[in-house]
């Protein structure tokens, strides 16, 4: 964190941001002014419903009907409704484009790349909508995706949204139970699978199909989605049918959008699951919708034309997110496979080919592009590029540096935070402000976002607390599915402050206001390290080991020890490398002299690697299990479980 700015933007993209022409069309159609960001926040909080108002407004939302009212608050902040009369549908507001323009390109690591138009995409969505209803699914059914990130996916998630059906989705590397973790508890009627995927240069076949249709009762329909070459039917499938031959002879001229309440179930997402069963977190259309176009129109100025290439998989909200751009008219720029294969460039390779101007990955992807010093500016031609945009867990300062001096020096870091259980940004970008080097930009519009201690008391710029959300907001989830009368999902997030009349939201996230109007997050409250008392998040300690050429990656716990907390640090080592006394005290010394002597660790111990969810995110909670010898509860949820061995072999070593 320093005083002066790393991006600041020009005047021209001041004037052209998404947030100016909002600003912009508040003063021509409300008459309001606002000095600055700052000012159009507290009024987005103190006039709530008159901003949501303008808001549908601005963006020209499709709707049978707004209805007059526009916030019922409930005795309980998770009561409250946005919108109780609308009557929308969410796929038709993200389909309003019906031109040749390019609405999907994909590629992957052999080289395929295929375009849809908008007009060849709402031909695509409507056939199968048309086909689904047909088969008889309708709003009461529920729709499960076992794909990677193809454009059939796409199609996919939005015939399901326009006819009304609640859709999940997991990717095609996840094992029989962690597939029978998700989807048994959302009980599917209609899955749609690819018969494999691509992952680093190896092809894999989906050959659980016959178990897991087996181990879901509710299942009348199996749609098998080639994809490999040669494509074929995977042994043990019973009566599955290919999708070309499902959706033939259905009406491709028009979409039938089923325009439902602003609540009706849009999406179904999961929980990582590593500490039991995954949470089926239940998603309402319309908090999706507002929430999404405001992201991608506002706060990640996302424009007409515009081309985002955000990395991801279908196991994290972000492919979801990815969706909303399509509001703003923006081509989606799909990627299947690894984005380190064949080598650390191939998506800038591909941001460059195809005129990508916002381009998304985790922070994760770019730490490990700077601990390559990958030349990304030199290689490849940037122009259209405006912002990079990264998601999943801090993006550290010295990835900010990196950015600028070896991919684009004049871009916007747009660096945010929010969740899965919220499908939305707490803290986001803005292309309108100044970036500080290592900090998020502000608090999203029309969210009451504050740092608190852990009696409830709100604390200054420079201290570190608990991310809560005081205020009700459109896309609070519904609750979670398998939980009717919502206690699962009160303890989950408003129990943390039971005094609070009304509730208040804790996400879990350990976060700090900085002077600059910033936001800087340690990393999660769960796994917040309290040696002495003192809390030290985890962001911290990572931030300083992994600037040493000699580690690639680590993960620190508290492991519980005579009273107290103690720091255990784990550490992979790049090849050829071994901890021994002299690199320990190089890892100490350099935590030490950048943080404070509270951060060093008790132990540091060697690991092959790092264990972590199929998102990318670290465990720290799984490993803090195995270190205590508790058992971690869901393996399944894990990307690459063996890791996990390691940990408790090296155990031992810190008793």
Known sequence: MTDTPIWTPTPERVAAAGMTRFRNWLTEH???EFADYEALHQWSLDQMEDFWLA????????????GDR??????????AEFFPDARLNFAENLLRRKDDGVAIIFRNEVGDRREVSWAELNAQVAQLANAMLADGIGPGDRVAAYMPNLPETVVVALAAAAIGAPFCSCAPDFGLNGILDRFGQVEPTVIFAADGYRYAGKEFRTDRLGDMQAGLPSLKRLI????????????GVVDGVLLDDYIAGHDSSLVPYNRLPFNHPLYILFSSGTTGKPKCILHKAGGALLQGMKEAMLHHDVHRDDRVLFYTSTNWVIWNVHLSYLSAGAAMLTYEGSPLYPDPEVLFDYAAADGATLFGSSAKFVDSLRQRQVPVGERYDLTKLRTLLTSGSTLVE????????YI?????????????DVMCGFVVPDASQPVWRGEIQCVALAMSIEVWDDDGN????????????????????????GDPDRTRYREAFYEHFPEVPGGVWRHGDHMMETVNGGLYIFGRSDATLNPGGIRIGTAEIYRQVELLDEVVEAIAIGQEWDNDTRI??????????ELDDALQAKIRKQIRDNTTPRHVPAHILQVPDIPRTKTGKIVELAVREVVHSRPVKNMDALANPDALSHFKARAELTT
């Open 408 to 420: 684009k020096r004049d871009i916007h870091i747009a660096s945010t935070s929010g969740g899965t």
């Open 70 to 79: 526009v916030l019922v608050e409930g005795d309980h902040m998770m009561d």
């Open 30 to 32: 409300r008459g309001l």
């Open 55 to 66: 808001f549908w407004d601005f963006t020209e939302i499709v709707a049978d009907t707004r």
């Open 458 to 481: 709100r604390l200054p710029p420079g201290e570190a607390g608990e991310l809560v959300c005081n205020k009700p907001f459109p896309s609070l989830p519904i609750g979670f599915v």
């Open 398 to 405: 010295e990835s900010f540096d990196y950015i600028i001096d």
């Open 568 to 577: 255990v640090l784990f550490v992979a080592l790049t090849d050829g490398i």
């Open 224 to 235: 098998l989605v080639p994809y490999l070459d040669p494509p074929g039917v995977p042994d």
